[in-house]
């Protein structure tokens, strides 16, 4: 097997990583570099400065996990590979590899398993399609059964988004594709964006299925077993037949058996969400609860002409219900929000460029606020020069940051030196 290079991989799709939905269990136009300055500061609780004894590990990584022992898996559109504490390569860990599609998410279980999934065909030559299971040592568990997926037909590519493992160990897999049972819910078929396995991967019946969409980008398990879904074009299905629907656009709530929960509703007063036949797309991309139980969404999000869509471009805070927290400032990231993550005493934001727009060079990586998303001056990094896509933010064990992505070291026209993986050093 050739070394693993985490070179420079295709950058399409590569934003519905998982993990881009900052799991850690678990799309550049500049954004305001609010809180985030290059200068050296005063060595405080409250600054990270950039870690150089952390070796570089490629060029592009968008997805990752810290395991209890400070080793980190990492992974791109079309690599897997296990890091040391002090970013190289962990030759103990078998490399991997997809081909006919890639990598888009991944998720770390209790027992150092790791489970990938995506769009891919084949992983190191076997005949491995859509999401697999490897060992703690990365060789494939040919012990997990795989349920046989069919393409949706909006979606002939299918594709598993989003993993997320509950506190029994089962697992959710969220993405395009369907599964044909004989009977769910009232109905023999349909898009099942959402499945859930039993911890070995076979077929759990007793989950409802509800949700539709273009896709799923996001699975967020809440402390109470419920769970939040986020994608494009989210809408629920209410079963016995016949069915209604009901449109709930960027993102919905779920009980824990996958039933609706209809108390929570995205405000489809204030933001529109854009069709695909439209010239511009929004979709929720990541998620994260703060402590009062508000929401924080990031993606890339359209309002109606009532409210100025750059007021909350890529970020917004919602309250437990759903409707709009108005409380937390505006940012208008123009950028794809791409990654939450609340460490010990800030908020950090990561972003990437929008597709939709001209890829520039001058992008702000990351920003940080206060937990609840206001403003604090006094956070810093040193020696960060803080441009590129950001996929994942994790804090470690030891309260640094690890960063995700497809960072610039420099920025000089035709000299750039990318990092997959950064690591912020708390001071």
Known sequence: MKPITFGAALLCAAFFSLISCSKSDTTPQPVNPIDTVTTPPTATKYSYTYDSSFKSTGSFATMGAVQPDGKIIIANTTQVARLNQDGTLDNGFATGNAAGGEFHSLALQKDGKVLLGGSFTSF????????????????????????????????????????????????LLGGNFYYIVSDVNGATSGPRQIVRLSENGAYDPTFKHNVTASSVNCLRILADGKMLVTGQSVSVEFYPTPATYDNRNIVVKLNADGSVDPSFKWPTTTFAMRSPYTYLKAYGQTITVLDDGKIL???????????????????????????????????????????????????????????????TDANIAINQFNKDGTDNATFTVNNFTNYGDVYLVLED??????????LYDKIVTSTYTFHGVVRLKRL
């Open 124 to 171: 190191n030559g076997q005949g491995k399609a859509y999401y697999i299971r490897l060992n703690a040592n990365g060789s494939v568990d040919n012990g997990f059964t795989v349920l046989p997926l069919t393409s949706v037909s909006a979606q002939p590519k299918i594709d598993i988004r989003s993993i997320a493992i509950q506190s029994d160990s089962k697992i």
């Open 297 to 359: 969404l990031g993606g890339r999000f359209e309002t109606t002409s009532t409210v100025t869509a750059d007021d909350y471009g890529g970020m917004v805070r919602l309250k437990a219900d759903g409707s709009i927290d108005n409380t937390m400032p505006k940012r208008g990231f123009t950028g794809v929000v791409s990654a939450l993550c609340l460490a010990s005493d800030r908020l950090v934001v990561g972003s990437m460029h929008d597709p939709e727009k001209t890829y």
């Open 397 to 406: 064990a030891s309260k640094n940051l690890l960063i995700f992505g497809k």
